[in-house]
């Protein structure tokens, strides 16, 4: 569970909402609006401000609009967006090309004489397993020692010059970016720039938790002095990352016979992350690095020939694992990806507008909007549902139609839909991307009614004081309706 920096990491679990989703009523189209409203219009939600778009697929006309042109924070619905445009610019078989390049010559005993490069081109997965355990540097490591290489005689060298600006959103919030969430972007990453630390309680009060780490690599150290507490007492562990800074500080207690609890934190700097790792992979091998290691953005040297690849899985498996499990270091480099495709620069600023070409082009007029990023991170990011919905229909008429439905969440079956409306008549009948930000939900995609209708749909609420449960029960609630449209 992911907390903002210093705030305890458990917290009391939050009663259950009194909104009974599976007795929603089925209305017909003249009675949507009566069903919508008496969920949206409860007393916990009256401080807030709602927008909700539903429009028919089939015949083009909106079913329902409340605030439907009014900007709000959409949070992760962002990434419809992104994914979309990537899926526009790229298609859904693109792939990333990672290799590992050298100028230098390598001699009959295994001397590789010269720097050893590692360049990145955008592939957001290099520390994904493959089926048998492997990651990307397993294999490159494996395909150097089958080269005959045993040793580098020089430095190696992490290149991340395909993607240019900011590693960052411009309007994050400090407190977001100690987190795996808020984690820097470059062109050449490992573990979406992450670390996971993990907490379990050693094996009596008083004695100090047991910490792991992984990958366990010195670009990073953990200091801990997190003692374990009695049974039933709480936990009150405390986690501090100082920006600028590789070292995690853990304090406080973690309770005898709780759970695990892994912590997933950003570290700054991708490339050179990436390059250590990298070379502590080649010494685990066997192939011993005389020089250090180090990251360059600038032209790659003349003379480099491939020593080892690895193209990235299709475009259309990324946006799965982009938007299903909302992670926004993919969306974050896939605006950068579509920056570079349609403007020739890998930067924020070259996605973005690409994007809004993108979404003029489909149709979407966004001249009141506000886009700041790729991934519904920055506060500073405002969509109207009707902009959204707008969207939504627009890919689903796209030559790309299915690879973009096949990315979203399905209403009880997996992503960060997995455990919502399971159960009910909505389950499975709702493929929705989700956005949760502090005192905002959002939920935009699609339904298919019990009677094999099609809809369209954005709702999002903003500055509620209700537990983020408590509105997406509202959320769901509202889609159950939606499901019994006729």
């Known amino acids: 569970m992911l907390c903002p920096r210093g705030l305890p990491l458990s917290v009391l679990a939050l009663a259950a909402p009194a909104v009974v989703l599976a007795r929603e009523p089925r209305p017909a189209a003249s009675t949507l609006a009566v069903a919508i409203d008496r969920i949206i219009e409860r007393p916990a939600f009256a401080p807030a401000f709602w927008g909700i778009e539903v429009r028919d697929l089939r015949s083009g006309r909106v079913l329902y609009a409340r605030n439907a042109s009014k900007n709000l924070t959409p949070a992760s619905t962002m990434k419809l967006v992104t994914t979309a445009a990537a899926l526009d610019a790229l298609g859904p078989e693109a792939r990333f090309r990672t290799?590992?390049?050298?100028?230098?010559?390598?001699?009959?005993?295994?001397?590789?004489?010269?720097?050893?490069?590692?360049v990145g081109r955008g592939d957001p997965g290099l520390a994904e397993r493959a089926a048998e355990g492997r990651t990307a540097f397993d294999v490159f490591a494996d395909a150097l020692w089958a080269a005959g290489v045993r040793s580098v005689e020089g430095r190696v060298v992490g290149h991340e010059g395909l993607f240019k600006g900011d590693r960052r959103g411009a309007s994050w919030q400090w407190d977001d970016l100690v987190w795996c969430y808020g984690a820097e972007v470059a062109a050449l990453s490992w573990n979406t720039s992450c670390a996971n630390v993990t907490v379990s309680p050693g094996p009596r009060p008083g004695e100090p938790a047991l910490v792991t780490r992984d990958p366990a690599s010195s670009y990073y150290e953990v200091v801990s002095t997190v003692v374990t507490a009695a049974a039933g007492q709480k936990s009150d562990l405390t986690l501090v990352r100082d920006l600028g800074s590789s070292v995690i500080h853990l304090s406080g207690s973690y309770t005898l016979g709780a759970e695990a609890d892994v912590l997933e934190v950003a570290l700054e700097d991708p490339a050179r992350y990436a390059v250590t790792v990298f070379a502590e992979r080649l010494a685990s091998r066997g192939?011993?690095?005389?020089?250090?290691?180090?990251?360059s953005s600038e032209a790659l040297p003349l003379g480099l020939r491939v020593l080892a690849s690895r193209d990235s899985e299709p475009l259309s498996e990324i946006l799965k694992k982009t938007n299903k499990?909302?992670?926004?270091f993919k969306a974050e480099s896939l605006l950068r990806l579509v920056g570079l495709q349609a403007k020739g620069e890998g930067s924020t600023s070259a996605g973005l507008e690409a994007v809004g070409d993108f979404l003029k082009q489909s149709g979407v007029d966004i001249g009141s909007a506000a886009i700041g990023d790729g991934s519904g991170m920055a506060p500073t990011d405002l969509l109207a549902p009707h902009q959204i919905?707008?969207?939504?229909?627009?890919?689903?008429?796209?030559?790309?139609?299915?690879?973009?439905?096949?990315?979203?969440?399905?209403?009880?079956?997996?992503?960060?839909?997995?455990?919502?409306?399971?159960?009910?008549?909505a389950e499975r009948r709702v493929v929705a991307k989700t956005g949760t930000r502090r005192h905002a939900n959002a939920l935009a995609g699609y339904v298919t009614t019990l009677s094999g209708g099609r809809l369209a749909f954005s709702m999002a609420v903003g500055n509620h004081t209700v537990p983020s449960r408590e509105a997406t029960a509202a959320i769901d609630a509202i889609c159950n309706v939606l499901v019994g449209v006729r």
């Open 325 to 328: 499990a909302s992670n926004n």
């Open 389 to 425: 919905v707008d969207l939504l229909v627009a890919m689903d008429a796209h030559r790309h139609a299915q690879a973009f439905r096949d990315s979203l969440p399905v209403a009880g079956v997996d992503g960060t839909l997995e455990h919502r409306m399971r159960g009910t008549r």
């Open 99 to 118: 290799t590992v390049e050298s100028a230098g010559l390598l001699d009959p005993s295994g001397r590789l004489s010269g720097d050893l490069y590692l």
């Open 287 to 295: 192939i011993h690095v005389s020089g250090a290691v180090a990251t």
